[in-house]
Each structure stands twice: as C-alpha cells, then as structure tokens.
C-alpha cells in the first residue's frame, strides 16, 4: 500500500513539487499561491452497505474530502480522477466549497451528476488524485485490493497514516479502531446448523483464535464492535435469525456467519428467510418495503419508497421442505413489479452480484429443467393475484409446460421469512430479462433485443428496436395472404411459437392484455427470430374476465380501447391471420390442445394439486395478511385479503368453474369466428401399444387410444414419431385416398366421426 501527500509550490518560472509531512499549497485559478490544505481523507472501494448515499438511497463507492487549513477552499477549481495520466477526469461542480476542517463525500458510480463522479473506483485496487486547475497534483492515494465494506483512511484526520477501516465514517472524522494491515479474522464456528427445528435449541459458538471475541446479534443487522458479546451457550425457543462475526485487535473483523432457525414451525413449502439490517426494509427514509415521507396520500401510493428502484443488501437461505439448507449467500434485493407494489406484501428480486461475493445464485430451483444457475431469481406475491388465489399465473404456466414450444417463468411455490418473522406464500420465479435468455436459450446476454409494449409504445429493455421496426415494417407492407411473403415473415418471427402464445392467451381469457404484458426478444445476430415470451397472466382464469369471455373478438378487435386491446395491439395477429395456412393451422392446434392441454380433467387436476399443496400455508398467510387493503377495488372480489381459508376456497372456486366450463365457450368462439361448422370427434391409436406418438398439427398426444374434437371441414396434419426400435408403416381408418409423406406426415380433412391408428413394426437389425 503507498500513499503520498504532494505539496506545490508555484513561482513565475518553475513548478517545484516536494513530497513529505508539508503543508500543501493550494493554488488558485490565476496561478497565485496560498497556503491551505486539502486532503484525499478516506476511499471505499467496495461498498455493499456501509455508507449511504442519502439522495439516491444506493451504497456507492466513494472518496472524501477534508481540509485540514483555516481558510475555505473552492474545490470547483480542482479535479478528481482516478488515473493519474488523465488529470481533468471529473471537475467538482461549481460552488463547492469545503470549509475549514469540514469534510466531503464524493461519490464514485460514473453517474457524473453533482457530487457524483463519472468513474467507478475498482475494489482491485487503483489510485485516486485531486490537481488544481493548473494542472498540479495537490494530493493522491495509492490503494491496493480492499475487502468488502472496508475502507482506506487517514488517522488523524490529514495525517500521514494510514489505516484500514471497518466501521467507516463518510463525511465526518476518522475515530473508529482502525488496523494498519488488511488481515481479517476467521470465521466464527457456529454449533446448530440452520433449518426446522422442534423446541428450545441450544447455540455454541467458538472462533479459531486465541485473541479472538464473538459478537452477535439477533435483529438482522450485520454485527460491530459493539454488538452483544458471546459469554456462554445460547439458548433460542423461537424462530431466530442470528448472524455473528468474530473480533480481535490489529485485524478486520471477517465475513458474517448467518444462520435462520425455524422453531416449532414446520412449514410444508420450501423457505426462503431473508436476513438484513431492519433499516434496509423498515427506516422511514430509506426502508424499500414502506411508504417513506413522500408518498402520496391515496392509492397507489406515488412517490413511496416502494416504487423506487432501491437496491439493499441482504442475505438468503432457502431451504428444502426437508429442512435442508442449500443455499446461504449474500446478494442484492429490490421491491419488484408494477402496480402490485402498492401491495401490502410485496414482491422481491433477488440480485447475485460481484459486489455481494458471487455473480450467480447457485441452486437448481426447478429439477425439471438443467438449469443450476441464476443471475436474478423473482419472489412473486402473485401481482394482480394478490390478495387472491397467490398462484394464479403459475398456473397458467403449469398447464402449458412441456406441452408446448413457448417461453414463460418457471414456478416453485415458497414461503418467505424477513428478519425471522414470517411473510408468507411468495412464488419463486425466474426474473424475465436478459440473463433469462441466456440460460434459457444460450444468448448472450450482452447481444439480445428485449422488448416490452407499454400502452402504445414499445419499451427497449436491451440492445434496440430496430428490428422489431422493420418486422412490423414487413407487415404493413407486404399480402400475407401470398405464400411467398408468409414464408419470409417467418425469417422474421419464430411463427410456431407466436402461435403457441396466442392460443394460451385467448384460452386463459386473459383481460389485462394484449395492451400491456407483452414481452418479445430475439438475438441480435443474423437469422434470429422473435419470440413472444407467456407472462403476468394474473387476469386470467376467471380473475377478471368469465370463462364466457369471446377473446377472439377481444385480440382481433379493430376499435378497441386503450386499454385493453387497443388496434395497435391487436395488429400483429389480425395480419397473421390473412394468411391461409396459418388460420387453418391456428383453428386445429386450438382444437389439439383443447383435447389435451386444456381438457378439463387435467386443468381440474392441476388447479387441485396446487391448491393442496398451498393449503396448509394459505390458513397462515390469511393470518398474515388479511385486512390489508388490495388493488383490487371496483372488481368483483373482496378489496381485501381472504378472511379465512373458507373465503379462499371460494376464490379458488371461481378458477374451477373457468377450467369446467371454458371449453364449450372457447370451441363456440373459435366457431364463430370462423365461421366453422362444428367439431367432430376423433380417436387415435397408436399400433403396437407404446410403439410410437401421434402429433396432431405439432401437438403432441400424450397417451393413445386418446379421444377429442377437431372442426370438421378443416385439415388437420397428422405426424407419426417411431419409438425407438421401430418404423411407421402407414396409417389407416382415415377417409378416402390420402398421400402420405416420407415422413409418416399427412393432411387430411374429417367430416364425421373416425378413429385413426399409426401402426408401426419392430425394425428389423
């Protein structure tokens, strides 16, 4: 570590520069010389949650300022950089001056906006100067690599030592225990690992060394010098979060051990506890889970600290619902969504940052799919769900996983404890954005157009619009209707999987759409498609809209509202359909999945399993949370939460009614609309027994000797898959003559009744 106070001297014809214990000179803009004092008093580096930076209400790095002299200095002619060869890098703003003995925070997060600078500090280690306007060096440090939260200082303050600090004070002098050398104490050993636990528990604690005191707290906050002392064994008979840390003279204290205890609990969903200091939630000025002093006085509450994009530090443990603990690490958090903020149980985002100790949250949250990594994970109160069923839109997304090629967030239902105490069901969701393209769909993260429709614009979340300009551009220009235009759209957008999409949203009768809630990404690299991405779905399924609702008209209307399904909306699908082979397509992979993704039996059973695995959790978040104003005013249900779990079983109720009766509804739509002439029933087998599938226009039957409706008088393309071990030797029970492709594939157009069989035979070796 090396450091240096330069003083400057200036005469007419020479610069003198003479480095040591000096009193510097401070050197105004006409060149004369006075005598005065400024000094680089203190950096961090590293800053997760020491000091606060007040007027943006985020944890910056930052340097200070002190003048040590007796007369007040304009900084406005000075410069701060961090790299020594560019000496202009950032000039203080106009009008500020620094009194005598008076200290000030500069903060370094490139915002270059008053009295933050238009660099970063490197946590590596750098160098940080002050020249005058002359163009000499008052004063600089030398730093190297700094821990977390760990800053760099002079003690006394203007002083020609320097010492490491881990209890830092920002804008004001350097009294604090400091050490001269960056060595940290281990990690205190803690005897109870976290998790679920029945009765009082007894806590040991020791720390590998000998000097060495423990200190601990019970109320979230990272512990200091002068946090309860560790004396003797720990007694806990409730649900507890401790976190500790280890101190001894001449080092740092070193990382904080967190450890939930969940007492006499014995939740039955996974957990999520969150442990932070209180004031990152709760404090009236900067707490992110509260209304703060700006907000206004009605809902929704503008102004609120809650709709500020604050980031705070905590630290997460989730837990299996065996009580095993699989992850425990420190990242970043925001209050996430839109209008659901105003709710009184809020949803989360999880951030994994360098900054925290690690760039990913390391968990296999969903086992169905091969992703172990995240960048961003959502603690979802169910949006516009909540206060209602709280898992609405995952739902819909159980109904369609697997069952289809379209992009959505997974689910993993969660219950959520802050500080020990217990918040209730919260979703685990995949944050939509760019780092879900990439372990999704392998993008770069960095080279991806992500896209969001907000009234009648569309919002540039990543790279640009131009593309999505020029597809919209193709449109408007071009006769879908003929082959060759159509085929060429499809270079545009990934036509099979907007398809998909829109099937899911017209089933799902979803109200708050397609105005807003549309997301579409694509690569930014040549041949990529755009994909249209299921998500928020919380006003379907009979939360806004019956199960009667005739969303073909809805998506296809030409003088619609504002909100919700402006013409502007409504534009991309009504080209689409001018094309014949895509309406024919769309009517019969409608039908296909109205026999088997959304055959009421299966809905029914999904809506149970997740009603019955919630159920337990449901009686205590009601408990929770009930009473609590919603968003909801003006709709059909209750403005507030459920008042018990009877109540709820009737807000489920109304999902069941929608999964019983939206069938019929949606096949006399489709109908309507097209001006069809009913469905007739068909069978389909598959010959031998387990020898093969069926796909009925790209939907796959999942089991044989399977029975639904498709609309007569319209084709329907039939495709046999082989086992493994076998061929497809032809299909019978279909009318008339039919050419058959190589491929096992045919089109062929019912008029009444048939059973229809793929039949296969061994392959011969």
Request: proline share 5%; glycine share 8%.
């Given at each position: ?24 000179i ?61 000496q ?54 030398e ?14 303050d ?5 010492l ?186 999880l ?21 172990d ?8 109160n ?131 759409w ?6 579409i ?60 082979g ?6 019969q ?11 009421t ?15 337990h ?17 003006g ?61 009925v226009?790209t ?17 329907v ?49």
């Amino acid at each position: 570590m090396r450091f240096a106070t330069i003083s400057v001297y200036l005469s007419v014809l020479t610069l003198l520069i003479i480095l040591g214990s000096c009193t510097p000179i401070v050197i105004d803009e006409t060149g004369n010389a006075s005598i005065g004092t400024i000094f680089i008093n203190e950096v961090m580096a590293w800053n997760t949650g020491s000091a606060f930076d007040d007027n943006k209400a985020t944890f910056p790095d930052w340097v200070e300022i002190y003048n040590g002299g007796n007369e007040p200095i304009d900084l406005s002619l000075h410069y701060l950089t961090d790299n020594l060869k560019k000496q202009k890098k950032w000039q203080f703003p106009s009008g500020t001056v620094i009194e005598p003995g008076a200290y000030l925070v500069f903060w370094c997060d490139g915002d270059n906006i008053d009295n933050h600078t238009n660099f970063k500090l490197g946590s590596e280690g750098e160098e940080v100067g002050i020249y005058n306007s002359v163009g000499m060096l008052v004063d600089y440090v030398e730093f190297d690599a700094m821990g977390r939260d760990v800053s760099y200082g002079r003690k006394p303050d203007g002083g020609d030592t320097w010492l490491y600090f881990d209890e830092t004070t920002a804008g004001s002098a350097n009294t604090t225990q400091g050490v001269t050398r960056q060595v940290f104490t281990p990690l205190p050993l803690v005897s109870l690992t976290a998790g679920f636990y029945n009765g009082p528990q007894v806590i040991r604690m020791n720390v590998e060394q000998a000097t060495a005191q423990i200190r601990y707290t019970l109320d979230g906050s990272i512990p200091r010098h002068n946090s309860t002392l560790y004396s003797g064994p720990l007694t806990i008979n409730k649900t507890t979060v401790l976190r500790v840390r280890a101190f001894a003279n001449d080092y740092l204290p070193g990382e904080t051990v967190t450890r939930t205890y969940l007492v006499d609990e014995n939740p039955t969903l996974p957990v999520v506890s969150i442990v932070t200091d209180p004031k990152h939630f709760f404090d009236q000025e900067s707490g992110i889970y509260v209304k703060g002093p700006n907000a206004e006085l009605v809902e929704p509450y503008y102004g609120a600290n809650f709709w500020e994009d604050w980031e705070r530090p905590v630290n997460v443990e989730f837990f299996e619902r065996d009580g095993i603990e699989h992850l425990n690490m420190a990242t970043g958090v925001k209050v996430y969504g839109g209008d659901s903020v105003r709710n009184a149980q809020k949803s989360l985002a999880l951030y994994a940052r360098d900054k925290y100790g690690s760039t990913t949250i390391n968990y296999k949250f969903f086992p169905h799919k091969n992703i172990d990594q995240f960048v961003r994970i959502v603690l979802r109160n169910s949006g516009q769900d909540w206060p209602l069923t709280l898992f609405r839109d995952g739902l819909v997304y159980k109904l369609v996983e697997g069952r289809m090629d379209i992009d959505g967030n997974d689910f993993k239902p969660a219950v959520l404890y802050i500080n020990g105490e217990y918040y209730g069901i919260q979703n685990i969701r995949e944050k939509l954005d760019r780092y879900y393209l990439a372990v999704n769909h392998g993008a770069d993260p960095d080279q991806v157009d992500l896209l969001v429709h907000h009234s009648d614009d569309v919002l540039v979340s990543e790279g640009d619009r131009q593309e999505y300009d020029n597809l919209i551009a193709f449109m408007e220009t071009h006769d879908l209707s003929v082959p060759e235009n159509f085929q060429q759209l499809g270079t545009l957008m990934d036509i099979n999987e907007y398809m998909n999409y829109m099937i899911v949203e017209l089933y799902i009768a979803n109200a708050d759409w397609p105005a807003v809630n549309i997301k579409i990404w694509r690569k930014r690299e040549s041949g990529a498609r755009f994909r249209w991405i299921l998500f928020d779905t919380d006003f379907g399924m009979g939360m806004w809209a019956s199960y009667h609702r005739d969303m073909m008209e809805h998506a296809t209307k030409t003088d619609g509202p504002v909100w919700p399904n402006p013409p502007w909306s409504t534009y991309v699908f009504r080209k689409m359909l001018e094309n014949p082979g895509f309406k024919t397509d769309f009517i019969q992979r409608f039908a296909g999945h109205l026999a088997t993704t959304f055959e009421t039996q299966r809905m029914l059973q999904i809506v149970e399993s997740l009603h019955d695995e919630r159920l337990h959790e449901m009686t205590r978040t009601i408990e929770r949370w009930k009473g609590s104003p919603s968003n909801l005013r003006g709709a059909e249900f209750s403005p507030f939460f459920p008042a018990d779990i009877i109540e709820w079983e009737g807000i489920v109720d109304v999902m069941r009614t929608f999964a019983t009766r939206r069938w019929d509804y949606m096949q006399q739509h489709l109908s309507a609309y097209f001006n069809l002439s009913g469905m007739v029933p068909l069978t389909f087998n598959v010959a031998p027994t387990d020898s093969g599938l069926i796909s009925v226009n790209t939907v796959s039957l999942p089991s044989t000797g399977i029975t639904g409706s498709w609309f007569a008088g319209v084709p329907v393309t039939l495709t046999a898959a082989p086992a493994p071990g076998y061929v497809f030797t032809g299909w019978t029970g279909l009318p008339g003559e039919q050419t058959v492709g190589a491929d096992g594939s045919v089109s062929v157009t019912f008029s009444s009744a048939a059973a229809v069989t793929a039949v296969f035979v061994a392959a011969t070796q």
